[in-house]
Each structure stands twice: as C-alpha cells, then as structure tokens.
C-alpha cells in the first residue's frame, strides 16, 4: 500500500489521516499534516451486551404523515361558535392571538400541525387525516432494489 501524500510504500500500519477535510490513508511520516483518526473499539458481544444491559434496540418507528382538511376554516368557526365563544376566548384557551383565529377561520392560514391539534383539543373535532402510514419495509431494499434516480423523480424537460 502507498502513502496518498509522497507516493512512498508504507511500512507497518496504513494511518487513517484527516487532511483539509478529507480521509486519507498516509505513512507515519505524513501524517504529521492532519490529525490521525483512531480505530473504534471493536466491542465483543458479550461486553456490547453487557452495556447495553442485554437489552436490544428497537428501531424507532417512522412518525406518521398527517394533512389538514381543505374545510379546515369552516370546521373551526362552526366549533368555536358552537360552543359560543369569541375570537378571543378561544385564543386564550389555546394561547394564540385572535388575529390568528380570524386567519385560520378565514382561510387566509392554514394551521400547522402543531396549531391543528390545538384547535383539535379544545374544540373536539378533527382537522388532521394521516396521509401515509410508512413501515421500515416500505423502506426495505427489496422494494428499491435496482432504483434508479430516474425511477423515483420525474425529470421536467424543456
């Protein structure tokens, strides 16, 4: 194996060197240019067990995709004055402006995800629809095995 700096053949242990940004692997001489990178300690199974305390890891679940609802504005007001509150009071329940309220009512805003659930709590209706329920296996190589960029985006030609 050679040195990616002079070009010598390396004696003994190839060195993992951090240059400007870049890996690579120098002579002991060279390496003197940037900062040497260390090996990870390799972790039996055993002692990884134990600091684990035996215990596996789950992977941690793909968080669900909601949307609002296009009559989300009309959901709203028929709610708020259901329960015959102002503009006002129903800001202070879930501690945003009226101006806010009167946006969203409006039309002129859509709630985020956040502001939906708060307007979901405090007027027990529904504003979110999930869109998509992803598992790891939608994600699993055997679906996108052989995928090609050009498979998953649409390419604009002019």
């Not at 309220?101 to 007027?123: Q, T």
Request: charged share 35%; hydrophobic share 30%; glycine share 8%.
């Amino acid at each position: 194996m050679r040195c990616e700096i002079c070009g010598k053949s390396i004696t003994g242990k190839p060195l993992k060197t951090k240059i400007e940004g870049s890996l690579m692997i120098t002579c002991q001489e060279c390496s003197k240019f940037g900062k040497v990178q260390r090996e990870p300690q390799k972790l039996g199974r055993s002692r990884g067990a134990a600091r684990r305390g035996g215990v596996r890891r789950q992977p941690r679940p793909i968080e669900p995709t909601y949307e609002v609802l296009e009559n989300y504005n009309e959901i709203v007001r028929k709610a708020r004055e259901k329960k015959e509150w102002s503009r006002e009071e129903l800001g202070e329940k879930i501690y945003e402006k009226a101006s806010v309220i009167s946006r969203v009512e409006s039309g002129k805003m859509v709630p985020d995800i956040k502001l939906a659930k708060k307007f979901e709590r405090i007027l027990h209706v529904t504003l979110l629809e999930k869109t998509s329920d992803v598992t790891k296996e939608d994600f699993g190589s055997s679906k996108i095995k052989g995928a090609t960029i050009g498979d998953i985006a649409k390419i604009k030609r002019h």
